[in-house]
Structures are given as structure tokens and as C-alpha cells.
């Protein structure tokens, strides 16, 4: 058979096939950011209880025999991990440049320093379990499930990190044309810095006030 109208070849040809390219953002943005709006969700219940339970308990708050939280180490944990955002900017603006090696340098900063808000928030639970658990009071079962849920979500991306850093240092395709993976970790990371933002006004901050 032959083409007589040349519809093979304009069917196949480089300007059709520029047009049938998915228009705005891709399918992996859209997921990820819906996957954000539904965990900051749940963490808006978390929070919304902590703070129903507290003013239905009464004015002390929290419960007698648990000391007011300390603000040194949350603050320490604050100025470690709301900042690893950072490197998480730099590495995806670099690696819209295609430099790789800002890629790997940005995800090994953060790697460390949500490594090191883990190991903190780990002697900070060391420290609480000798005043309350989880199952004290309210309290305690607010005070681990928010922190707790929250370290889980850091843990998750701090693996997606890893991922990255590994693949990245294994020559994975990662450009100036290939970066949507980069791009949805640092939604994911962005999101776990701000609520931790939150909760440090919830749980340590407010019982001041």
C-alpha cells in the first residue's frame, strides 16, 4: 500500500507528535500533590484533637504530673530540619540545569540533617518515656501519635531521598529534561517541614501561652 496523502508520515511526524504531549502539569505532580492535601488532612484532625482535648480537659494543661515540654531541644530540631528545605531547592533548580552534581550535594544535606532530627526526636522520646507514655492520659497518646506520625513521614522521605542520591550517584536518568522525580520528593519534603512547623506550636508552644 503507499501513503498517497502523506498521512503516515504527518501522523508520525515531529510537530504532530509535539501535539499529542500531555498538556500542564504531569500525573506524578498531580498525585503527589493530592496525596499531601489528604496526609495534611489527617494531621489537621491530629492537631484539631489535640487542641479539642485540651480545652475540654480544663486549665491545666498538660495534666498534672507531666512537666510543660521543654523548648530547647524542639527548637534545636527546628532549626535542623525546617532549613534542610534548603538544599532540597537547590538541588532541584540544579538539576533543571542538568548539573548533577548539585543534585546529589542538596540530597546528601538533607539526607543528614533529617537523619539528625531522628536521632533527636529518638532522645527526646528516651527522655518523655520516664515522665509519661503513650498511654498515661490523652496527653501522652496526642504527644506520641502527632510526633510519631510526623517521624514516620520524615523516615519515608528520607528513603525517598536515598533513592534519589543513590540513583543519581548510579548515573540514573536525571536532566534538564528529566527532573519530575526530583520535583515530587521536594513537595513531599516541603510538606513534612511545614507541618513540622505546626506541630511545634501545638505541642511545645502552646501549653505556654
Excluded at 510526623?150 to 543519581?168: K, N, P, R, Y
Aim: proline share 5%; aromatic share 12%; glycine share 10%.
Amino acid at each position: 500500500m503507499t501513503d498517497r496523502g502523506g498521512v503516515v508520515a504527518a501522523a508520525t511526524g515531529a510537530e504532530a507528535l509535539t501535539t499529542e504531549l500531555p498538556a500542564g502539569r504531569p500525573t506524578g505532580w498531580w498525585g503527589m500533590v493530592m496525596f499531601v492535601a489528604t496526609e495534611a488532612t489527617l494531621f489537621a484532625c491530629l492537631l484539631g484533637s489535640y487542641f479539642y482535648l485540651r480545652f475540654q480537659y480544663g486549665p491545666q494543661w498538660p495534666p498534672p504530673g507531666i512537666e510543660d515540654p521543654t523548648l530547647l531541644k524542639p527548637l534545636v530540631m527546628t532549626a535542623i530540619l525546617v532549613p534542610s528545605s534548603l538544599p532540597v531547592m537547590w538541588a532541584e533548580r540544579g538539576i533543571r540545569h542538568g548539573q548533577r552534581w548539585r543534585l546529589r550535594l542538596g540530597m546528601a544535606a538533607t539526607l543528614l540533617m533529617g537523619t539528625t532530627f531522628l536521632l533527636l526526636q529518638g532522645t527526646e522520646y528516651d527522655e518523655k518515656l520516664h515522665m509519661f507514655s503513650l498511654t498515661t492520659n490523652a496527653y501522652g497518646s496526642l504527644f506520641y501519635v502527632i510526633t510519631g506520625f510526623h517521624g514516620l513521614h520524615v523516615l519515608v522521605g528520607l528513603t525517598m531521598i536515598g533513592w534519589l542520591l543513590v540513583a543519581s550517584l548510579r548515573g540514573g536518568s536525571f536532566g534538564a529534561h528529566r527532573h519530575d522525580r526530583v520535583r515530587n520528593v521536594a513537595i513531599y519534603w516541603h510538606f513534612v517541614d511545614t507541618v513540622w512547623v505546626a506541630i511545634l506550636f501545638t505541642i511545645y508552644l502552646s501549653p505556654r501561652l
